[in-house]
């Protein structure tokens, strides 16, 4: 019987019908395949969600600790260039003593050339009211000459 | 004309007997430095600066002339220097001698092309003589020497390099160090005779102390940005009572005035800018025989006795004492 006239009655050849029956199991088969991996899908994209909801948790805390951090090394520095600009003004009261401590020195050098020349010129002057005339040939001469 | 000598030799003396057999010490040890140049073919000049001559006395000048083996006179050339420059120079009554100003008589009147500042008990040991002659020392520097100094008492009748070279017979002594090269300085201080007198010589501002002027000029030359080196040789010295480093601890306070003047100043840190007639430069000055000449007394030579500005700061680092 050919198939055109069994199609009349609602009917199929054999040969069709298992064809068609091979089909149906192929597309049930793949379709719990899909399902399956729709199923999947959704575990993933749940767990995603999931890190992402963790991440946006950790990031906010990061957040939170460097704008801490922020404020406090805001801090530091400031104390920081406290210290700096300290620590250049003792550099600097430093100089000025080492400076005064060279004038101080020079002056009492001077001083000493002064003190000197006093005496000289007292010896001198009492030299003269006491002997006029003095006798310039020294009595006993002190061993004095070279040095070391 | 003839070429200067390398080498000129400037001590100075009188005849006082410093020490003890004072010129016998002195001629001895001159001869022997001689004889050492001399073998080395070092040609030298001595200049012998006789400050302030014991009146009454022969002079140190004339004893060396007659007691110098004769191949050497002719290396002497002395100045004596009118004893009122003393007394009209010193800032410091009880000093009685002004050795670093007689020194500089010498330096300045010294012709040779190294000019060395010693005492006159100061030996040469035989590398110094060698680095002298190797030709290799260099002009705008000075020159120091390690002093090493022979035992108080040790038999000095006859000096040969055995002797001095003898480590049982030194008295142990910290070494020089840089950047001053200090100690004993007044002992060995060599440089060519243009750069010391550019520097001037030694202080003649502060004509109060003996002691610490011989460092004072290594801080001038130091702070005038001539460098300092350590010849690399020693030199020897035999100690004697009236040795700074035997003295020191014996003598009186008076004693001590007389021999050192001040002790304490700031010769570390206060430098001097002597004038332009410094070592008696204006000093009229007249022959006594062929190898001896006389510094005549003339105000004009005269520094002042205060000269303020010429008191001036090193410009080296102070440190609070």
């Known amino acids: 019987m050919s198939s055109g ?7 199929a050849r054999l040969g069709q019908l298992r064809a068609a029956t091979g089909r149906a199991v192929q597309l049930k088969t793949r379709m719990a395949e899909l399902k399956e991996r729709l199923e999947t899908g959704r575990q993933d994209v749940e767990r995603w969600k999931r890190k992402t909801g963790e991440a946006t948790t950790r990031l906010a805390a990061t957040s939170r600790e460097t704008e801490r951090w922020k404020s406090k090394n805001a801090g530091h520095l400031e104390e920081l260039n406290r210290l700096l600009d300290k620590f250049r003004r003792l550099e600097s009261a430093e100089q000025n003593v080492a400076l005064a401590r060279g004038h101080l020195l020079a002056m ?6 002064i003190e000197g020349a006093i005496n000289v010129l007292d010896r001198r002057t009492r030299d003269r009211v006491a002997s006029p005339d003095p006798d310039p040939v020294a009595a006993d001469p002190v061993a004095t000459s070279h040095r070391d | 004309m003839t070429e200067p000598p390398l080498l000129s030799l400037v ?5 006082d007997d410093y020490g003890g057999q004072f010129a016998r010490r002195f001629f001895r040890t001159l001869t022997f430095n001689l004889e050492q140049l001399a073998d080395r073919h070092v040609s030298t000049e001595v200049r012998l600066v006789e400050w302030n001559p014991v009146p009454g006395r022969p002079l140190l000048a004339e004893q060396l002339l007659a007691e110098l083996p004769a191949r050497f006179r002719d290396h002497v050339t002395s100045y004596v220097v009118d004893g009122r420059y003393q007394d009209a120079l010193s800032l410091n009554p009880r000093l009685e001698y002004l050795e670093y100003v007689a020194k500089n008589v010498g330096i300045r009147r010294a012709e040779a092309r190294l000019v060395l500042a010693t005492n006159t008990d100061i030996l040469f040991s035989a590398s110094l003589v060698d680095v002298v002659a190797s030709g290799t020392l260099r002009d705008g520097r000075v020159y120091r020497a390690n002093r090493v100094d022979l035992k108080l008492g040790i038999d000095e009748s006859e000096i040969h390099h055995a002797l001095l070279d003898n480590p ?9 160090v840089p950047p001053l090269y200090a100690g004993a300085a007044g002992d060995f201080i060599m440089l060519d005779r243009k750069t010391f007198a550019r520097l001037r010589g030694f202080n003649e501002v502060y ?13 001038k030359a130091r702070s005038t940005g001539v460098p300092i080196e350590d010849i690399g040789a020693p030199v020897y010295h035999v100690s004697h009572m009236t040795s700074f480093q035997v003295a020191k601890n014996l003598a009186t306070q008076d004693e001590a005035d007389s021999l050192w003047g001040r002790r304490h100043w700031h010769n570390h840190e206060v430098i001097y800018d002597n004038p332009d007639g410094w070592g008696l430069g204006a000093a009229p000055v007249t022959r006594i025989d062929d190898r001896i000449w006389r510094i005549e007394f003339d105000w004009a030579a005269v520094a002042p006795l205060v000269d303020l500005h010429r008191v001036v700061l090193s410009g080296m680092a102070t440190q609070p004492a």
Do not use: M, W, Y
């Open chain 1, 5 to 11: 006239l069994l199609g009349l009655f609602g009917l």
């Open chain 1, 108 to 113: 009492e050098t001077k001083l000493d050339v």
């Open chain 2, 11 to 15: 001590v100075t003396g009188r005849n």
């Open chain 2, 168 to 176: 049982d017979n030194h008295v142990p002594r910290p070494p020089i």
């Open chain 2, 207 to 219: 004509r109060l102390a003996r002691v610490g002027v011989d460092h004072n000029f290594l801080v």
